[in-house]
Structures are given as structure tokens and as C-alpha cells.
Nanobody, 115 residues
Framework: QVQLVESGGGLVQAGGSLRLTCAASGSAASFNAMGWYRQAPGKQREWVATIWLGDSRDYADSVKGRFTISRDGATNTVYLQMNSLKPEDTAVYYC?????????WGQGTQVTVSS
């Protein structure tokens, strides 16, 4: 059974940085893609970034140039380096892993950016 565990969230001032980590366990096989989503209070969950098996990366326009997604294929761990954080980045951040046709989600980690 695949499990995803996020860590690294917290409280940071605007302009600061955080690094989120998502560690997958329960399966040594690689995922087709791993990524991050976020959900702010009262809003729908939105996509943030994806890294594909071939290491290509995609970002939402709202985070492009500030966030960087990376992965360690040997350990099935994905990271999200978040720089120049803004109050509007405040949300619960969720990790997602895809091994077609299945999706797996983590439990989320809170990121709060104060102004």
C-alpha cells in the first residue's frame, strides 16, 4: 500500500522560504509523476507543480519563478522549494503521486505566510 507523508510546512514571514518534502513508502517502483497541490481556506484545491518521470517539470503561473520542484528517484521523494513566499501562498499543501491508473495523496502540511 502506497503512503505519502509530507513535512516541512510551518509559519514564515512574507519573502521567506520553506522546503516541503513528500516521502513515499510501500512501493519501490517509480511513479509516472509526482506533484504538489494546495488548498486555501474556502477555496478549491489547486495544482501547484508536477515533475514527470523523465524529470520535466511544470508549474502553475502563480508560482513560476518562485517555487522549484525536484525529486529523488531512488527514494521516491519529492521536494518543493518555495522562495519569495507571499501571504496568498497560505494553504494546506498536498503531495500527489501517479502510477497509472492510480493516484495517491498525502495528508497535507500547513503553510502559513504572514504579511
Amino acid at each position: 500500500q502506497v503512503q505519502l507523508v509530507e513535512s516541512g510546512g510551518g509559519l514564515v514571514q512574507a519573502g521567506g522560504s520553506l522546503r516541503l518534502t513528500c516521502a513515499a513508502s510501500g512501493s519501490a517502483a517509480s511513479f509516472n509523476a509526482m506533484g504538489w497541490y494546495r488548498q486555501a481556506p474556502g477555496k478549491q484545491r489547486e495544482w501547484v507543480a508536477t515533475i514527470w518521470l523523465g524529470d520535466s517539470r511544470d508549474y502553475a503561473d502563480s508560482v513560476k519563478g518562485r517555487f522549484t520542484i525536484s525529486r529523488d528517484g531512488a527514494t521516491n521523494t519529492v521536494y518543493l522549494q518555495m522562495n519569495s513566499l507571499k501571504p496568498e501562498d497560505t494553504a494546506v499543501y498536498y503531495c500527489k503521486a501517479v502510477r497509472w491508473p492510480n493516484d495517491y495523496w498525502g495528508q497535507g502540511t500547513q503553510v502559513t505566510v504572514s504579511s
